[in-house]
């Protein structure tokens, strides 16, 4: 296994990421943990983090000595090269500066680290990398033992090498995409060098995951909010694993779910998991606040302050129970499925990054309910909770779904949500979402379910006239949705083709009593949202 020590880059994950991807087993703990911790870890190689991008102060963080006595590979990255050079005698100019950009690296020497790897090749015969490079700090004299490995005209060592010691650091950052070879050179150094065997697998992770959510939870009992999503769903799926009956799902059924939707998460979890769920029926709770209230953020206001209250309510019933164990007195955890992107995005990791933005899954719950948190997908990122997903048994169709927002069809009912125009938008979409899944686009024999990243019918109150048989109508409007982004923060609509939207328009029309007009939305994001609320 391998030891990653984090000085709170932003990237840290990233390292993780890459070596889980090589199979290979990774812990991540801060840059300050004892000597005694990492010789009782035993890791076959230690890698050293960046740290956060813009803190000067950070460069009087240090590797415990241990990491230099145990006689293991050590990768530095970035602030891990410096105070590598630091530690071991070299010399490192600071600047209070810094910033992230493309660079070109031209490798030096044959190290066992960079040997074989290369983006291209100079006509003078140099092997180059295409980097990301962080720029500001840098090495500016080896350490002894060392020798130049790596360097640009900005940055005349911006890689060293000590090859009897297996030492090994770069200026630049291989666990981020922009660095082409990244993924290589991180396997060699933790297959290769290291000597990590990469069989590890997403099936091992649940077998650490549940002995490290048993020893965290013991015999006390957690509830956790299931949404529906893939999110908490797989965290039930892995909670459940671990500690079965212990685990109470509370299921909020708001009214405002796809078709179907609430009787899919009770069949799965109930039934094919059983699992413990509390399916809160609240739907006339949710309409009953929501009637006459036609603004967007006042509707979202309203259903996420239900959703806490009811949420909160049957928390309270859970936690005072009494168990069958008779000594434990009610739920004493709030689990939750928090990914790694929320972690980052709310600042969250070492406690010294930028908060970005605040991120809430059932924001504030923990301290009104003195519940103690779990969150055992916090290391993860989306894909990779999918995979596990998969590898808990959860069906495929349910972990692969496009994301659904918290208020639900709440903001695609467009203006005052009744029951009438959510029945009619729920059969709409269903129709929407069905061809979708089952047309495959020849080109790359995907479905366009699969080939779009967020696709949605959004319900328009206003009628419209029409003609059906040998009669006139006036019935309401939907436009269909359906978008292509990496990110979500910008989007473009997919360009579904044609003869699909005519199929779905004709089912949507012939199917669905109400509607007599199906639209497409061609808007971008910017200046359209994905949503239409
Ligand atoms: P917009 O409409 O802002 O949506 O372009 C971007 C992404 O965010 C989702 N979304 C939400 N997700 N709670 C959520 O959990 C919300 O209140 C919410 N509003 C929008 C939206 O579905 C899209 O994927």
Redesign the pocket.
């Known amino acids: 296994k391998i030891l990653i020590l984090d000085f709170g880059s932003q990237v840290t994950q990233l390292i993780a990421r890459r070596v889980r991807e090589a199979h290979v087993y990774c812990e991540i703990h801060p840059n300050d943990v004892s000597d005694d911790f990492i010789q009782s870890f035993a890791p076959k190689g230690i890698i050293l983090s960046g740290s956060h991008a813009s803190t000067y102060e950070d460069h009087q963080l240090r590797a415990p000595q241990a990491v230099w006595d145990l006689g293991v590979p050590v990768l530095g990255i970035c602030y891990g090269m410096q105070t590598m050079a630091v530690q071991l005698g070299g010399e490192v100019s600071w600047s209070d500066h810094r910033e992230f950009g493309y660079a070109e690296v031209r490798a030096h020497g044959h190290t066992k680290l960079l040997d074989g790897i290369a983006d291209f090749t100079t006509p003078e015969g140099h092997g180059m990398l295409k980097v990301w490079m962080s720029h500001g700090d840098k090495v500016t004299k080896l350490p002894e033992g060392f020798k130049l490995m790596a360097s640009t005209p900005s940055c005349p060592i911006a890689g060293m090498a000590n090859e009897e010691k297996h030492y090994y650091a770069v200026q630049f950052h291989p666990e981020v995409t922009h660095t082409v070879q990244g993924h290589a050179m991180l396997m060699r150094f933790v297959r290769d060098i290291s000597g990590c065997a990469g069989d590890w697998i997403m099936g091992d992770y649940i077998a650490e995951a549940v002995a490290r959510i048993r020893e965290q939870v013991g015999d006390e009992e957690v509830i956790l909010g299931l949404s529906g999503g893939v999110d908490s769903s797989v965290a039930a799926a892995l909670i459940h694993r671990a500690i079965g009956d212990q685990l109470t799902c509370v299921f909020v059924d708001h009214g405002l779910l796809r078709l179907n939707e609430g009787q899919m998460v009770m069949d799965m979890f109930a039934g094919r998991l059983h699992a413990k769920v509390v399916h809160v029926q609240a739907q006339d709770q949710f309409m009953g606040h929501l009637q006459g209230v036609t603004d967007p953020e006042q509707k979202?206001k309203i259903i996420g302050r239900e959703f806490v209250e009811v949420f909160q309510a049957e928390a309270q019933k859970l936690k005072g129970q009494n168990t069958s164990q008779g000594s434990n007195k009610g739920a004493k955890w709030l689990a939750q499925g928090t990914i790694y992107p929320d972690v980052v995005e709310s600042g969250g990791t070492k406690g010294k990054k930028a908060t970005i933005k605040s991120h809430h899954n059932v924001g504030g719950l923990p301290e009104t309910l003195g519940l103690k948190l779990l969150e055992p997908l916090r290391e993860l990122f989306k894909d990779e909770v999918r995979e596990l997903g998969v590898a808990l048994g959860l069906p495929a169709d349910m972990v692969y779904r496009h994301?659904?927002?918290?208020?639900g069809l709440g903001?695609r009912v467009l203006g005052e949500v009744k029951p009438e125009y959510v029945s009619l938008l729920q059969r709409a979409d269903a129709i929407f979402i069905e061809e979708l899944r089952k047309t495959i686009d020849p080109a790359t024999g995907k479905s366009w379910y699969d080939l779009t990243s967020?696709a949605f019918t959004v319900f328009l109150p206003v009628k419209s006239v029409g003609v059906m048989g040998d009669g006139r109508t006036y019935e309401y409007v939907v436009s269909l949705r359906a978008v292509e982004t990496s990110d979500?923060m910008t989007a473009d609509s997919a360009e579904l083709p044609y003869s699909l939207l005519k199929k779905v328009s004709s089912r949507i029309i012939n199917e669905v009593r109400g509607i007599n007009r199906v639209a497409y939305d061609v808007s971008s994001?910017p200046p359209a949202?994905?949503?239409w609320e």
């Open positions: 979202r994301p659904f927002p918290g208020p903001v967020q979500f994001k949202t994905i949503e």
